[in-house]
């Protein structure tokens, strides 16, 4: 049974770092793709990084040179670093994670774009982000 936990929200202020972590276990798909959402309030779920496990990243604009996405090598950790964080930050960040077909590599990350919540099949319960002034 896949499992997928987040860990590592917290309170920020603005400006300064902090870091999740996304365990995945019994994912056993010999390519990968693992994303991280977010949700505010009120308002769709939005990806916000993703990685494949060819080393293909995409972020979404809004997080594009603050916020980085890795993973070890068999992506059984996949971690978001987040700097210079922004009120906006604020949200239930949630992991997600699937098999890399060749159709979303080739769709989405080739492209620099995440894939859609619907392309993926596994998700943690999430971990709230609040960054204040």
């Known amino acids: 049974q896949v499992s997928v936990v987040e860990s590592g929200g917290g309170s920020v202020q603005a400006g300064k770092s902090l870091e999740l972590s996304c365990r995945i276990s019994?994912?056993?798909?010999?390519?990968?793709?693992v994303a991280w959402f977010r949700q505010r309030p009120g308002e769709e779920r939005e990806g916000v990084a993703a990685i494949g496990s060819n080393g293909r990243t995409a972020y979404v604009d809004s997080v594009k040179g603050r916020f980085t996405i890795s993973a070890d090598s068999d992506m059984a950790t996949v971690y978001l670093h987040m700097n210079n964080m922004t009120l906006e930050d604020t949200a239930m960040y949630y992991c997600a994670a699937d098999r890399l077909t060749i159709g979303k590599d080739r769709r989405y990350l080739a492209l620099g774009t995440i894939p859609p919540a619907s392309d993926f099949d596994f998700w943690g319960q999430g971990t709230q982000v609040s960054v204040s002034s």
């Open positions: 019994a994912l056993t798909y010999a390519s990968k793709c």
